[in-house]
């Protein structure tokens, strides 16, 4: 599968291999975490969430880990499909709050 | 379909041209924020309604823009004398309070050209 240890604004990955995203988050106090889907055109669409006081969650054929000490979140897709074509942003939220700041968007472009 | 809309999808216009976007969020929702997306970019938040009531305004929300939700439902985003800054996706996002934890859907934006 293809994973990227640092985010990069780009990540190729042959259908049917597993992709892992990656996101930094800067605020500690941030106690909820999401995963945005952006296809073009169209507004993002949610994939995932996780509170911070879990470290892992998964979904349907996606799974986001959450690294509380570096401040890191990741998002895994596994067998990825040309479906997943896509933008995909991490978003954090505080306690207090209700809005959502973006992290940069990582373009994923599966191949055939 | 019961999600958010957002009217128009494309403007164009003039620099200094007043434009006006409209959202109209999912019917049960009673929070309602307005985001800009410039290319390449995330989402930026601008401002956020629980029901009429504006609640927060980001720095972003200049004194040209201004925006309203007067029966708590729809709402609408005003930008004065338009500037080629202010060229940008402008996005919709409705939640609910009983929808914990508060997911936002986002509507699919109106895209922005100033020229």
């Known amino acids: 599968g293809e994973s990227v240890g640092l985010h990069l604004p780009t990540l190729s990955v042959q259908e049917g291999d597993n992709s892992i995203i990656n996101c930094a988050y800067s605020?500690?106090?941030?106690?909820?975490f999401i995963w945005y889907k952006q296809e073009s055109g169209k507004g993002p669409q949610f994939i995932i969430d996780i509170r911070s006081n879990m470290d892992k969650r998964q979904g349907q054929r996606v799974t986001v880990l959450l690294n509380k000490t570096v401040k890191h979140l990741s998002l895994q897709i596994a067998a990825t499909q040309p479906g997943d074509s896509a933008v995909y942003f991490c978003?954090?939220?505080?306690?207090?709050?209700?809005?959502?700041?973006f992290g940069a968007g990582t373009t994923v472009t599966v191949r055939a | 379909d019961t999600g958010v809309s957002q009217d128009p999808r494309h403007k164009i216009t003039k620099r200094g041209q007043n434009v006006t976007f409209r959202c109209d969020p999912i019917s049960e929702h009673n929070r309602l924020y307005w985001y800009r997306q410039t290319l390449g970019q995330g989402p930026e938040f601008l401002t956020y309604f629980q029901n009429e009531a504006q609640l927060e305004k980001s720095r972003l929300l200049s004194d040209r823009f201004s925006a309203e939700r007067p029966k708590g439902s729809f709402s609408t985003l005003e930008i004065q004398r338009t500037e080629q800054g202010d060229s940008a996706m402008y996005l919709c996002a409705s939640s609910s309070p009983d929808q914990a934890p508060y997911e936002q859907y986002f509507g699919p934006g109106t895209r922005l050209t100033v020229t």
């Open positions: 605020n500690s106090a941030s106690d909820y």
């Open positions: 978003a954090e939220r505080g306690s207090n709050d209700y809005k959502l700041s």
